[in-house]
T-cell receptor, first 110, second 115 residues
């Protein structure tokens, strides 16, 4: 089955700086890669996603890149703000099911 | 759009009792819903896939007789934790897909505490 690895597990950034989270996946059949933001005690919220026929996607301060050959994808958050503090999960979809990474705790300090 | 609700948000029950959690898609029809379990500071673990009008598909290691799933309509799936024990205490989260896309939208979660 699919295996998704996510790094780093924690990330502290100064407000205004950029944050990058990286994930790798194992199943070459995976074709959909969403990113979720989860705040404490809440359900995950979809923030951006990318499909295997696209290499990069951007939505305001958030961007995702995908390298199918290397089987890795990354989340980039620019101009970080305190409200970006949360746990971020990457996921890969194989046969309609999502396999999640272990999560990255992002802390943005003012 | 794509709002998923869960009820209750929190439940505390005694060991040996059963608890039902509801998952609703509020503004779309979902032929497929998913149930996840999440332990503190851990990732989401898929428990089962719930398909409207048919039996749920459980992941390896998940007891189907303990975690009963019913997907009776295109907007409602329920998870019943039967004969709950303290080790069943966890955060249970559902999600729903808008067909034919793969995008999953998650509910707010239900915190179950079994005493």
């Amino acid at each position: 089955g699919e295996n998704v690895e996510q790094h780093p597990s924690t990330l502290s950034v100064q407000e205004g700086d950029s944050a990058v989270i990286k994930c790798t996946y194992s199943d070459s059949a995976s074709n959909y890669f969403p990113w979720y933001k989860q705040e404490l005690g809440k359900g995950p919220q979809l923030i951006i996603d990318i499909r295997s026929n696209v290499g990069e996607k951007k939505d305001q301060r958030i961007a995702v890149t995908l390298n199918k050959t290397a089987k890795h994808f990354s989340l980039h958050i620019t101009e970080t703000q305190p409200e970006d503090s949360a746990v971020y999960f990457c996921a890969a979809s194989s046969w309609g099911k999502l396999q999640f990474g272990a999560g990255t705790q992002v802390v943005v300090t003012p | 759009g794509a709002v998923v609700s869960q009820h209750p948000s929190r439940v505390i029950c005694k060991s040996g009792t059963s608890v039902k959690i509801e998952c609703r898609s509020l503004d779309f029809q979902a032929t497929t819903m998913f149930w996840y379990r999440q332990f503190p500071k851990k990732s989401l673990m898929l428990m089962a896939t719930s398909n409207e009008g048919s039996k749920a598909t459980y992941e390896q290691g998940v007891e189907k007789d303990k975690f009963l799933i019913n997907h009776a309509s295109l907007t409602l799936s329920t998870l019943t934790v039967t004969s709950a024990h303290p080790e069943d205490s966890s955060f249970y989260i559902c999600s729903a897909k808008i067909p034919p896309a793969d995008t999953q939208y998650f509910g707010p979660g239900t915190r179950l505490t079994v005493l």
